[in-house]
């Protein structure tokens, strides 16, 4: 038996759903992530005229500019692992709910 299938046959249902479930969230809130950090960038460059600070070390990028971007864009990050695990968490819900 490989040590794979054994580390199957080892997990509960729950331990291997709740690992499943963690993909899921870590895949979505990737994705999202990029999605909503590009728009965000767009938004900082359109009303800023300046190319947006994803590297503070560079030239020309300020200590102020450098913070806000990074709070921006680290609250943006928060409220959508937020949103995912709770959107998640009530589907799951749902979903177990219709079952039984």
């Known amino acids: 038996m490989s040590g794979f299938s054994r580390l199957f046959r080892t997990l509960r249902p729950s331990a291997l759903e709740d690992w499943v479930d ?3 969230h870590a895949a979505v809130v990737l994705g999202a992530g990029t999605l ?3 728009a965000l960038r767009w938004v900082w460059e359109n009303s800023t005229h300046r190319k947006a600070p994803t590297n503070p070390s560079l030239e020309g990028v300020g200590w102020r ?3 806000v971007w990074s709070a921006l864009s680290g609250a943006l990050v928060g409220m959508i692992k937020v949103a995912v695990r709770r959107g998640s968490d009530k589907a799951k819900a749902r ?3 219709s079952h039984n």
């Open 36 to 38: 909503f950090t590009a």
């Open 22 to 24: 963690d993909l899921m």
């Open 65 to 67: 500019e450098a913070i």
């Open 95 to 97: 979903l177990h709910e």
